[in-house]
Protein backbone atom coordinates (compact mmCIF):
# COMPACT_ATOMS: atom_id res chain seq x y z
CA UNK A 1 0.00 0.00 0.00
CA UNK A 2 1.62 3.28 -0.82
CA UNK A 3 1.57 6.07 1.47
CA UNK A 4 0.83 9.68 -0.32
CA UNK A 5 4.43 10.82 1.09
CA UNK A 6 7.69 9.56 3.02
CA UNK A 7 7.35 9.50 7.03
CA UNK A 8 9.99 9.80 10.07
CA UNK A 9 9.05 9.55 13.24
CA UNK A 10 11.75 11.93 15.71
CA UNK A 11 12.54 10.38 18.89
CA UNK A 12 10.31 12.51 20.95
CA UNK A 13 7.50 10.73 18.74
CA UNK A 14 6.10 13.46 16.85
CA UNK A 15 5.39 11.94 13.01
CA UNK A 16 6.60 14.13 10.09
CA UNK A 17 6.05 14.60 6.48
CA UNK A 18 8.88 14.87 4.68
CA UNK A 19 9.96 14.56 0.97
CA UNK A 20 9.65 11.31 -1.03
CA UNK A 21 7.18 8.60 -1.85
CA UNK A 22 7.65 5.38 -1.30
CA UNK A 23 5.66 2.46 0.17
CA UNK A 24 5.47 2.91 4.45
CA UNK A 25 4.13 -0.08 6.10
CA UNK A 26 3.73 -1.67 9.57
CA UNK A 27 4.97 -4.98 8.81
CA UNK A 28 5.31 -5.56 4.83
CA UNK A 29 2.11 -5.16 3.29
CA UNK A 30 0.05 -4.20 6.20
CA UNK A 31 -1.01 -1.11 6.53
CA UNK A 32 0.49 1.96 8.33
CA UNK A 33 -0.29 2.21 12.15
CA UNK A 34 0.94 3.39 15.73
CA UNK A 35 3.42 1.15 17.23
CA UNK A 36 3.38 -0.13 20.43
CA UNK A 37 6.19 0.59 22.65
CA UNK A 38 7.05 -2.95 23.32
CA UNK A 39 6.18 -4.24 19.83
CA UNK A 40 8.26 -7.72 18.73
CA UNK A 41 7.68 -10.15 16.04
CA UNK A 42 9.05 -12.87 14.77
CA UNK A 43 8.90 -15.16 11.60
CA UNK A 44 10.08 -17.02 8.70
CA UNK A 45 11.67 -15.13 5.71
CA UNK A 46 10.13 -16.89 3.33
CA UNK A 47 6.40 -16.41 5.26
CA UNK A 48 6.52 -12.89 3.55
CA UNK A 49 9.01 -13.63 1.07
CA UNK A 50 7.28 -16.87 -0.83
CA UNK A 51 4.17 -15.31 -1.95
CA UNK A 52 6.00 -12.25 -3.41
CA UNK A 53 7.98 -14.24 -5.67
CA UNK A 54 10.63 -13.89 -3.13
CA UNK A 55 11.20 -9.86 -3.85
CA UNK A 56 10.31 -7.21 -1.26
CA UNK A 57 9.84 -4.05 -3.19
CA UNK A 58 11.43 -0.86 -1.24
CA UNK A 59 9.61 0.11 1.46
CA UNK A 60 9.60 2.13 4.84
CA UNK A 61 9.09 1.09 8.88
CA UNK A 62 8.09 4.06 11.37
CA UNK A 63 9.51 2.60 14.65
CA UNK A 64 10.33 -0.64 13.61
CA UNK A 65 13.94 -1.94 13.21
CA UNK A 66 14.41 -5.40 11.77
CA UNK A 67 17.01 -8.11 12.71
CA UNK A 68 17.18 -10.74 10.24
CA UNK A 69 18.64 -14.29 10.38
CA UNK A 70 19.98 -15.89 7.43
CA UNK A 71 20.79 -19.58 7.77
CA UNK A 72 20.71 -20.63 3.92
CA UNK A 73 20.66 -18.49 0.35
CA UNK A 74 21.18 -14.94 -0.06
CA UNK A 75 19.69 -11.69 -0.93
CA UNK A 76 20.91 -8.82 -3.24
CA UNK A 77 19.45 -5.89 -0.38
CA UNK A 78 18.63 -2.35 -1.88
CA UNK A 79 19.31 0.01 0.91
CA UNK A 80 18.61 3.63 0.28
CA UNK A 81 20.69 4.39 -2.83
CA UNK A 82 22.92 1.30 -1.98
CA UNK A 83 22.85 -2.44 -2.88
CA UNK A 84 24.66 -4.96 -1.06
CA UNK A 85 24.67 -8.53 -1.28
CA UNK A 86 24.45 -11.01 1.37
CA UNK A 87 25.00 -14.63 1.93
CA UNK A 88 24.28 -16.99 4.55
CA UNK A 89 25.16 -17.68 6.98
CA UNK A 90 24.81 -14.65 8.52
CA UNK A 91 23.03 -11.36 10.42
CA UNK A 92 21.64 -8.20 8.88
CA UNK A 93 20.72 -5.46 10.58
CA UNK A 94 18.12 -3.03 9.69
CA UNK A 95 17.36 0.02 11.28
CA UNK A 96 14.01 1.89 11.46
CA UNK A 97 13.27 4.41 8.89
CA UNK A 98 15.52 3.05 6.20
CA UNK A 99 14.00 2.32 2.76
CA UNK A 100 14.80 -1.05 2.09
CA UNK A 101 13.90 -4.05 -0.08
CA UNK A 102 15.22 -7.61 -1.45
CA UNK A 103 15.98 -9.93 -4.35
CA UNK A 104 15.96 -12.97 -1.90
CA UNK A 105 17.80 -16.17 -3.47
CA UNK A 106 14.73 -18.77 -4.04
CA UNK A 107 14.59 -20.61 -1.00
CA UNK A 108 16.10 -18.62 1.27
CA UNK A 109 15.66 -19.86 4.56
CA UNK A 110 16.10 -17.85 8.33
CA UNK A 111 14.02 -15.55 10.72
CA UNK A 112 12.93 -11.91 10.86
CA UNK A 113 12.84 -10.30 14.46
CA UNK A 114 10.84 -6.59 13.82
CA UNK A 115 11.25 -4.78 17.06
CA UNK A 116 10.37 -1.15 18.14
CA UNK A 117 12.63 1.19 18.37
CA UNK A 118 11.53 1.87 21.83
CA UNK A 119 12.05 -1.08 23.43
CA UNK A 120 15.30 -1.24 21.63
CA UNK A 121 16.00 2.39 23.60
CA UNK A 122 14.52 0.37 26.62
CA UNK A 123 17.02 -2.84 26.24
CA UNK A 124 19.70 -0.12 25.98
CA UNK A 125 19.35 0.42 29.65
CA UNK A 126 20.20 -2.79 30.32
CA UNK A 127 23.08 -3.14 28.05
CA UNK A 128 24.43 0.10 26.77
CA UNK A 129 26.00 -1.01 24.08
CA UNK A 130 23.04 -1.50 22.43
CA UNK A 131 22.16 2.40 21.96
CA UNK A 132 23.78 1.99 18.68
CA UNK A 133 23.51 -1.95 17.52
CA UNK A 134 20.89 -0.74 15.17
CA UNK A 135 22.08 2.70 14.24
CA UNK A 136 22.70 1.62 10.36
CA UNK A 137 22.59 -1.23 8.33
CA UNK A 138 24.94 -3.39 8.90
CA UNK A 139 25.58 -7.38 7.95
CA UNK A 140 27.54 -9.55 10.01
CA UNK A 141 28.71 -12.89 8.94
CA UNK A 142 28.32 -15.85 11.10
CA UNK A 143 30.39 -19.08 11.44
CA UNK A 144 28.90 -22.35 11.98
CA UNK A 145 28.63 -22.74 15.54
CA UNK A 146 27.60 -18.88 15.95
CA UNK A 147 24.70 -19.54 13.07
CA UNK A 148 23.19 -22.27 14.99
CA UNK A 149 23.24 -19.98 18.47
CA UNK A 150 21.64 -17.56 16.42
CA UNK A 151 19.20 -19.94 14.87
CA UNK A 152 18.14 -21.46 18.22
CA UNK A 153 17.46 -18.08 19.78
CA UNK A 154 15.37 -16.79 17.03
CA UNK A 155 13.07 -19.89 17.07
CA UNK A 156 12.40 -20.00 20.91
CA UNK A 157 11.61 -16.33 20.37
CA UNK A 158 9.22 -17.30 17.79
CA UNK A 159 7.90 -20.33 19.91
CA UNK A 160 7.48 -18.09 22.71
CA UNK A 161 5.47 -15.50 20.56
CA UNK A 162 2.67 -18.04 19.17
CA UNK A 163 1.35 -18.35 22.97
CA UNK A 164 0.95 -17.00 25.83
CA UNK A 165 2.25 -19.28 29.40
CA UNK A 166 3.60 -18.22 32.59
CA UNK A 167 6.27 -15.70 32.07
CA UNK A 168 6.06 -14.66 28.92
CA UNK A 169 6.71 -11.79 28.75
CA UNK A 170 10.16 -12.16 30.51
CA UNK A 171 10.85 -14.90 28.42
CA UNK A 172 10.63 -12.43 25.52
CA UNK A 173 12.60 -9.79 27.20
CA UNK A 174 15.11 -12.67 27.40
CA UNK A 175 15.19 -14.07 24.09
CA UNK A 176 15.52 -10.80 22.78
CA UNK A 177 18.35 -9.45 24.97
CA UNK A 178 20.20 -12.18 24.09
CA UNK A 179 20.12 -12.07 20.30
CA UNK A 180 20.91 -8.37 20.41
CA UNK A 181 24.01 -9.47 22.82
CA UNK A 182 25.08 -12.20 20.56
CA UNK A 183 25.34 -9.91 17.49
CA UNK A 184 27.24 -7.05 19.69
CA UNK A 185 29.78 -10.01 20.42
CA UNK A 186 29.76 -11.47 16.67
CA UNK A 187 30.39 -8.04 15.64
CA UNK A 188 33.14 -6.62 18.30
CA UNK A 189 34.99 -6.91 21.02
CA UNK A 190 33.50 -5.76 24.22
CA UNK A 191 33.98 -2.35 24.67
CA UNK A 192 35.82 -0.61 27.84
CA UNK A 193 33.65 1.31 30.21
CA UNK A 194 35.27 5.08 28.52
CA UNK A 195 34.05 3.49 25.36
CA UNK A 196 30.14 2.76 26.58
CA UNK A 197 29.91 6.56 27.65
CA UNK A 198 30.78 7.39 24.10
CA UNK A 199 28.40 5.16 22.35
CA UNK A 200 25.82 6.22 24.61
CA UNK A 201 26.51 10.13 23.77
CA UNK A 202 26.84 8.90 20.03
CA UNK A 203 23.65 7.35 20.53
CA UNK A 204 22.13 10.26 21.37
CA UNK A 205 23.72 12.73 18.96
CA UNK A 206 21.92 10.13 16.32
CA UNK A 207 18.67 10.67 18.11
CA UNK A 208 18.73 14.06 18.20
CA UNK A 209 20.35 14.50 14.66
CA UNK A 210 17.29 12.35 13.37
CA UNK A 211 14.83 15.16 15.32
CA UNK A 212 16.43 18.29 14.05
CA UNK A 213 19.01 17.72 10.99
CA UNK A 214 16.36 19.93 8.66
CA UNK A 215 17.20 23.23 10.97
CA UNK A 216 20.99 22.66 9.72
CA UNK A 217 21.93 23.64 13.62
CA UNK A 218 25.63 24.35 14.21
CA UNK A 219 27.76 21.29 16.05
CA UNK A 220 27.72 23.61 19.48
CA UNK A 221 24.11 23.56 19.51
CA UNK A 222 23.98 19.60 19.32
CA UNK A 223 26.91 19.68 21.86
CA UNK A 224 25.31 22.35 24.24
CA UNK A 225 21.92 19.92 23.98
CA UNK A 226 23.32 17.24 25.08
CA UNK A 227 25.41 18.22 28.07
CA UNK A 228 28.81 17.94 26.53
CA UNK A 229 31.51 20.23 25.38
CA UNK A 230 32.42 19.84 21.57
CA UNK A 231 35.68 18.51 22.05
CA UNK A 232 34.41 15.50 23.89
CA UNK A 233 31.33 15.18 21.14
CA UNK A 234 33.77 15.39 18.62
CA UNK A 235 36.08 12.86 20.40
CA UNK A 236 32.95 10.10 21.14
CA UNK A 237 32.29 10.10 17.04
CA UNK A 238 35.48 9.78 16.28
CA UNK A 239 36.24 6.43 18.32
CA UNK A 240 32.62 5.28 17.70
CA UNK A 241 31.66 6.53 14.59
CA UNK A 242 34.83 6.96 12.83
CA UNK A 243 33.64 10.76 11.64
CA UNK A 244 33.11 14.05 13.09
CA UNK A 245 29.78 15.38 14.47
CA UNK A 246 29.42 18.25 11.56
CA UNK A 247 29.85 15.24 9.08
CA UNK A 248 26.89 13.04 10.60
CA UNK A 249 25.04 16.25 10.49
CA UNK A 250 25.63 16.53 6.94
CA UNK A 251 25.81 13.08 6.08
CA UNK A 252 22.30 12.89 7.25
CA UNK A 253 21.27 15.98 5.27
CA UNK A 254 23.01 14.26 2.03
CA UNK A 255 20.43 10.44 3.12
CA UNK A 256 17.16 12.11 2.52
CA UNK A 257 18.58 14.66 -0.30
CA UNK A 258 19.54 11.34 -2.28
CA UNK A 259 16.02 9.70 -0.80
CA UNK A 260 14.19 12.27 -2.37
CA UNK A 261 16.41 12.24 -5.56
CA UNK A 262 15.50 8.48 -6.14
CA UNK A 263 11.68 8.24 -4.67
CA UNK A 264 10.04 11.58 -5.62
CA UNK A 265 9.84 14.13 -8.45
CA UNK A 266 10.12 17.37 -5.76
CA UNK A 267 11.92 20.08 -7.33
CA UNK A 268 15.08 20.79 -6.62
CA UNK A 269 14.46 24.37 -4.70
CA UNK A 270 11.79 22.93 -2.46
CA UNK A 271 14.15 20.03 -1.47
CA UNK A 272 16.75 22.60 -0.59
CA UNK A 273 13.97 24.20 1.64
CA UNK A 274 12.41 21.09 3.50
CA UNK A 275 16.59 20.59 4.48
CA UNK A 276 16.97 23.34 5.65
CA UNK A 277 18.89 25.18 2.82
CA UNK A 278 18.11 28.59 2.37
CA UNK A 279 20.04 29.06 -0.94
CA UNK A 280 18.88 25.88 -3.54
CA UNK A 281 22.21 27.26 -5.45
CA UNK A 282 24.29 26.51 -2.25
CA UNK A 283 22.17 23.47 -1.49
CA UNK A 284 23.83 22.59 -5.00
CA UNK A 285 27.46 22.93 -4.37
CA UNK A 286 27.28 21.24 -0.92
CA UNK A 287 25.33 18.20 -2.66
CA UNK A 288 27.86 18.37 -5.66
CA UNK A 289 31.28 18.62 -3.30
CA UNK A 290 29.67 15.47 -1.06
CA UNK A 291 28.60 13.17 -3.58
CA UNK A 292 30.97 14.29 -6.80
CA UNK A 293 27.64 14.89 -8.62
CA UNK A 294 24.85 17.68 -9.16
CA UNK A 295 21.47 16.76 -7.72
CA UNK A 296 20.17 16.84 -11.44
CA UNK A 297 22.48 14.77 -12.17
CA UNK A 298 22.14 12.38 -9.89
CA UNK A 299 18.52 12.14 -10.02
CA UNK A 300 18.94 11.33 -13.94
CA UNK A 301 21.57 8.58 -13.29
CA UNK A 302 19.47 6.54 -10.57
CA UNK A 303 16.37 6.88 -12.67
CA UNK A 304 18.39 5.95 -16.16
CA UNK A 305 19.51 2.60 -13.65
Not at 120 to 145: K, M, S
Not at 214 to 242: D, F, I, K, N, Q
Amino acid sequence: MAAPAFYLDDPAGETRVTIGTVPTFYLYGEPHRAVEDGFVHAEAIDDRSRPSAWTIRPHTHMRLAHIFFLATGGATVRVNDETHRCTAPCLMLVPATVIHGFDWIEETSGAVVTVAARRLAALAALAPEIADLLARFEVIPLAANDAARVETCAADLMRELGWSKIGHDAAIQSLLLALLVTALRLREAPPTRDDTRQRLLVARLRARIEARFRLREPVSAYASALGASETALRAACASVAGSSPAAMIDERALLEARRALIFSDQPIGQLALALGFEDPAYFSRFFTRHIGRSPRTYRAEQHKG
